[in-house]
């Protein structure tokens, strides 16, 4: 009887090791944006390209794949971003540990996990230094393409701008372990939605409709963010974007415009830009989302007065009038509200604080 017993464990045993190994070894499907990026990079294998400190190689390979590059600097300023997050991997007290969500760490048995070819990496004054003592340096926001991540997930192969100065785009590989000193930020690439041909409003729209539908209705908590969190998941968009650029500044898709306050005007930022902007209120689209931060609104005449205050905010918009001067939100949580409302506001109004248009993309 023993005997048996003996036998039928160590059948499981082995059936179990089998399906963990199986499990291990399973191939994730590469999306077909990132297997754009990586025709890209191998078409272009040791052709010259700009100086190395323009990234032009990762830059060109996802503008002209039509990937987003719209996004704000997070969570530090000039830590560009260039997708939906995926992981961070630093040394940590002489050990590679990984990031995968603000707060949460784990050790380096499980790293490069989440990495496939065709991601993102933002190196940030990274260094490799192996047993021999021989060490490779990455300056701050040097950027490479993973072209291959091994079985182990301990070698991942790059597609980088050489740096010898010769500023050819050439294949090398990492031993990720070895990292120590700085970190690396692992983004996957999203198709644009301000710049591609793809036309994208049915994603504003289902997210609009969804919105709609739920008029009068509470949404998840209650909470202003709630609403637009639920709508993005039900409509199938990418939510797994980095706060930017403080934390809790939510980040719902590809940045449209900025309206903001420096020096006591109000100033219009398109996308993706630094520099101010004649204010162009046509970029807003139904369907878009605003972001609020500190944002104080104010307006009427000598006869009536309105005032808004939205400290922290979400919201989404459901129209803006045809003169161009007022939005029309749909929201939830508004003056204690837990349910979700109508609302307006006039772009003119803005005296204080910061409001982020964002457009949302499809996973």
Not at 161 to 180: K, R
Request: charged fraction near 15%; glycine fraction near 8%.
């Amino acid at each position: 009887m023993k005997r048996y017993f003996i036998i039928f464990i160590t059948t499981w045993v082995l059936i179990f090791t089998h399906l963990q190994t199986a499990k291990s070894q399973e191939v994730i499907p590469i999306p077909s944006l990132n297997q754009h990026i990586l025709n890209y990079c191998a078409n272009n294998l040791s052709q010259h390209v700009s100086n190395i400190s323009d990234n032009s190689l990762v830059i060109n390979a996802l503008k002209t794949c039509h990937a987003e590059t719209n996004f704000n600097d997070a969570p530090v300023k000039g830590d560009k971003v260039w997708g939906v997050y995926i992981e961070k991997i630093l040394s940590k007290s002489g050990r590679m540990f990984i990031h995968l969500k603000p707060g949460a760490m784990r050790g380096s048995h499980q790293l490069g996990e989440f990495l496939l070819p065709g991601d993102i990496l933002d190196f940030d004054n990274v260094k490799f230094t192996n047993g021999l003592g021989n060490s490779v340096n990455y300056p701050q926001h040097y950027l490479a393409i993973v072209d291959k991540v091994s079985i182990n997930c301990r070698y991942c192969r790059i597609y980088e701008q050489a740096l010898d100065g010769s500023n050819q785009e050439v294949t090398s590989t990492l031993y990720l372990p070895y990292i120590s000193s700085g970190a690396i930020r692992a983004y996957r690439p999203v198709q644009s939605v301000l710049s591609s041909p793809i036309n994208n409003s049915t994603m504003n729209s289902a997210l609009l409709n969804y919105c709609t539908q739920h008029l009068g209705k509470k949404v998840g908590n209650g909470q202003c963010a709630d609403l637009i969190a639920q709508g993005l998941k039900s409509v199938g968009a990418e939510t797994g974007f980095r706060d930017s650029p403080k934390p809790d500044d939510y980040v719902w898709g590809a940045l449209v415009c900025t309206f903001k306050i420096i020096d006591g005007r109000q100033t219009f930022i398109p996308g993706g830009q630094t520099n101010a902007s004649v204010p162009d209120l046509s970029c807003i689209k139904p369907g878009d989302i605003l972001q609020y931060r500190n944002a104080r609104f104010r307006w009427g005449d000598q006869y009536h007065y309105f005032s808004m205050i939205a400290i922290h905010h979400t919201a989404l918009v459901e129209r803006v009038s045809s003169d161009k001067s007022t939005c029309y939100v749909l929201e939830q949580n508004s003056e204690g509200r837990e349910y979700v409302t109508r609302g307006s506001f006039p772009f003119s109004g803005l005296y204080t604080g910061e409001i982020w248009v964002y457009r949302p993309i499809p996973k």
